[in-house]
């Protein structure tokens, strides 16, 4: 009797290598490519195949790794404001540089200004000095010419018109200066002037600028009684008086002498208009 016949199975070429038959697992390849210059990690791929003892399909699985994208992120955006704070400070400073230099220039044009107005100053100070030096000796010369017409006693007296202005003057002597009055209790230089030629009913201006033109210009060493005095330019003088003879003039002088009687050392006058 024939033994039944097994049906015989087919093994596979690889059954008899005892290594080959393993549990199932999972093999995986990973790529990485790192952004150096923008410090961004990519995605890895991993491609993974798994098998079986009887089959051997290609599996491809992707994985997300973690990244650094936050730190490397943090870490630029603090070299940027680095970066940026050097930037402004490099122009803060260069500003600041521009600045000096410009305070520099200005100061030196500022002092080359002062200099120059210094020494204009000091030109006008000296011309001033000699003009009244000029002066001080042209009323030295003037007292004297006036004091030898006083000591000669060649002025006339005086007579008519003049004779009645200069009793009028007289007249108030001792009376306050008031600047701005015109009497009758207290006068002003230019004021009394006025007044007294009103007398004798001749009409002045009443400031003392415009009554040193009123007249005709006379010479101090040809004087005459009833002459008016004045004191400053001719057209800007800024005192005036009457000239009374013997080298004596009547004038109201200022608030501590009131009107008074001075000979003409006193105080020399700079020029005389005629007006009788």
């Not at 697992?25 to 150096?36: E, H, N, P, Q, Y």
């Not at 000699?130 to 005086?158: M, W």
């Not at 009409?203 to 040193?212: I, K």
Request: proline residues 5%; positive net charge.
């Amino acid at each position: 009797m024939k033994e039944p016949l097994v049906p015989v199975v087919p093994m596979s070429h690889t059954a008899h290598i005892r290594s080959h038959r393993k549990p199932r697992r999972s093999a995986s390849s990973l790529a990485m490519r790192a952004g150096v210059a923008g410090g961004v990690l990519s995605s890895l791929a991993v491609a993974g195949a798994s098998g079986s003892a009887n089959a051997s399909e290609p599996v491809t699985q992707t994985l997300e790794l973690p990244t650094l994208t936050a730190d490397l992120a943090a870490q630029a955006a603090k070299s940027a404001d680095a970066t940026q704070q050097a930037a402004a400070n490099y122009q803060l400073q260069a500003e600041r540089d521009a600045a000096a230099a410009n305070a520099a220039k200005q100061a030196k044009a500022d002092l080359a200004e002062a200099k120059q107005k210094a020494a204009e100053a000091k030109k006008k100070a000296d011309e001033a000095a000699r003009t009244e030096a000029a002066a001080r000796a042209s009323r030295n010369a003037e007292r004297t010419t006036l004091s030898a017409t006083s000591d000669s006693g060649s002025t006339s007296t005086a007579t008519g018109s003049a004779a009645s202005v200069i009793s009028f003057v007289k007249a108030q002597i001792g009376k306050s200066y008031v600047l701005g009055a015109s009497g009758p209790s207290a006068y002003d230089c230019s004021g009394l002037v006025q007044a007294a030629f009103k007398e004798i009913g001749v009409s002045l201006p009443r400031v003392s600028q415009d009554q040193s033109t009123s007249g005709t210009q006379v010479s101090l060493s040809n004087l005459q009684p009833g002459d008016i005095l004045y004191w400053g330019g001719a057209g800007s003088a800024y005192h005036v008086a009457v000239y009374v003879g013997d080298g004596m003039f009547v004038g109201a002088q200022n608030p501590s002498t009131g009107i008074v009687e001075k000979p003409l050392s006193y105080d020399p006058p700079t020029g005389a208009v005629r007006v009788l």
